[in-house]
């Protein structure tokens, strides 16, 4: 995110016509190349929000084992 070094900004293919702009606070979780080519779990159906200036327009669902 270019105002949040907390924040990654990412593109997701949904098979929508156009990729789905997600604002996720996995930057302390996760490194960008880690995240790059995986499959995810979202969701979709919810109400766009904006964080900090950016419209996130689905969700990214993570769990962990420990």
């Known amino acids: 995110h270019p105002d949040a070094d907390t924040l990654y900004v990412e593109k997701i293919d949904v098979g929508d016509k156009e990729p789905r702009t997600v604002v996720s606070g996995l930057v ?9 080519g995986k499959k995810v779990v979202m969701l979709c159906n919810i109400k766009p929000s904006k964080m900090r200036g950016i419209e996130s327009q689905a969700m990214l669902l993570v769990a962990s084992l420990k």
């Not at 996760?30 to 995240?35: D, G, H, I, P, S």
């Open 28 to 36: 302390k979780y996760f490194k960008e190349e880690e995240l790059l």
